[in-house]
């Protein structure tokens, strides 16, 4: 199993914490090997439950869905101990076709690869518009003045490198050749490239947006107001493990779905539980929240209009002027089929 460490800080949060009282040194060991094992799970616990690697992109609001599921137990009660592990956006999509983790929450990030035949699947999206800001130094004053400079992206494919070019070329500027697109990691590690001057520019999540707000950076654009669509809080799968193991799948899914559900319908919850998550002050939180909330989609299902949509950034970059059938992309059934049952049974965050 290949393991990757947060680019923005220790991976203290997939990893959990490995506190000791004073012991004689071999007792020490003991436990700091027992709890690298078994985690803050009890032996016959750790027996039960079936070990799951998910990868995020960063510890940003994108994963939220996902770590509220892992704070609230609800991946627990399906039987799953999930790690979730940071991974850049298009090394985790990688990773998820390689067989090194059981699913990917990287969003737009996979569709790039699905589209050139990648045997893989996006289930579910929490989001739907690009939680992401482009920011330059305040001597740029627009999308324009960035030709003959570099922008900071996360990763090259990834999503908000997708975004760059296609507002790029909009402003009719070919990315990559008259701008520089630089992959300089995922989160705040962003903005320290922009705050060091190793780029003019570039795309920001939260809370790195909100950071560079407040240092004066300059606001080009904010994707979050544009009519676009950008998957993100997704659950993406192998088509292997989609017919190998459903059940599996589904207790994932489930457990992921009650996770946006509480995000979607309890405010005092999720600001909470990301409190703990991000380590961020509740009420810089709660002002995240109130930015991310209205990108969510519905119940994490999308029509073929939004589907449709969702591409249309992505497919000038493998040559395509028509996507293929979206059923070789995207499957919705077993996500409506959860919703259908947990709104049956009356399940609420």
Same mark, same amino acid.
């Given at each position: 199993?290949?393991?990757?460490?947060?680019?923005?800080?220790?991976?203290?949060? /997939?990893?959990? %914490?490995?506190?000791?009282?004073?012991?004689?040194? @071999?007792?020490?060991?003991?436990?700091f090997l027992l709890l690298a094992l078994f985690g803050s799970l009890s032996p016959t616990e750790a027996q039960q439950l079936k070990k799951v690697h998910a990868a995020i992109p960063a510890i940003t609001p994108a994963a939220?869905?996902?770590?509220?599921?892992?704070?609230?137990?609800?991946?627990?009660?399906?039987?799953?101990?999930?790690?979730?592990i940071v991974i850049p956006s298009a090394v985790g999509?990688?990773?998820? /076709?390689?067989? %090194?983790?059981?699913?990917?929450?990287?969003?737009? @990030?996979?569709?790039?690869?699905?589209l050139r035949g990648a045997p893989i699947r996006l289930l579910f999206s929490a989001y739907r518009r690009p939680m992401y800001w482009l920011y330059a130094r305040p001597e740029v004053r627009s999308v324009g003045e960035l030709k003959g400079k570099k922008v900071g992206v996360s990763s090259i494919g990834s999503g908000p490198d997708s975004l760059l070019r296609d507002v790029l070329r909009k402003n009719g500027i070919e990315g990559g050749r008259e701008v520089v697109i630089l992959p300089v990691g995922s989160g705040i590690a962003r903005f320290y490239a922009l705050e060091a001057r190793s780029v003019d520019a570039a795309m920001l999540s939260i809370p790195a947006n909100f950071?560079?707000?407040?240092?004066?950076?300059?606001?080009l654009v904010s994707f979050i107001d544009q009519d676009m669509v950008e998957l993100q809080g997704s659950v993406l799968v192998s088509v292997q493990l989609l017919e190998s193991d459903p059940k599996l799948v589904e207790r994932f899914l489930r457990a992921s779905i009650k996770g946006f559900r509480t995000i979607r319908d309890n405010r005092t919850v999720t600001i909470q539980a990301l409190t703990r998550?991000?380590?961020?002050?509740?009420?810089?939180?709660?002002?995240?929240?109130?930015?991310?909330?209205?990108?969510l989609t519905a119940d994490g299902t999308l029509n073929e209009e939004v589907q449709r949509k969702s591409l249309e950034h992505i497919l000038p970059r493998v040559g395509l002027k028509e996507p293929p059938p979206l059923e070789t992309l995207f499957d919705f059934a077993l996500a409506r089929r959860v919703n259908e049952e947990l709104q049956a049974k009356g399940w609420k965050p």
């Open positions: 199993m290949i393991r990757f460490d947060s680019l923005d800080r220790p991976a203290s949060f /997939i990893r959990p %914490n490995r506190s000791t009282k004073v012991h004689p040194l @071999a007792i020490r060991c003991f436990l939220a869905p996902f770590a509220i599921a892992k704070d609230r137990g609800f991946y627990r009660e399906e039987g799953l101990d999930v790690d979730l999509i990688q990773a998820l /076709i390689g067989g %090194n983790v059981n699913f990917s929450t990287q969003g737009g @990030a996979g569709l790039l690869p699905a950071m560079a707000q407040d240092a004066g950076f300059r606001q998550f991000l380590k961020l002050k509740e009420d810089e939180v709660a002002r995240i929240y109130d930015v991310i909330r209205p990108s």
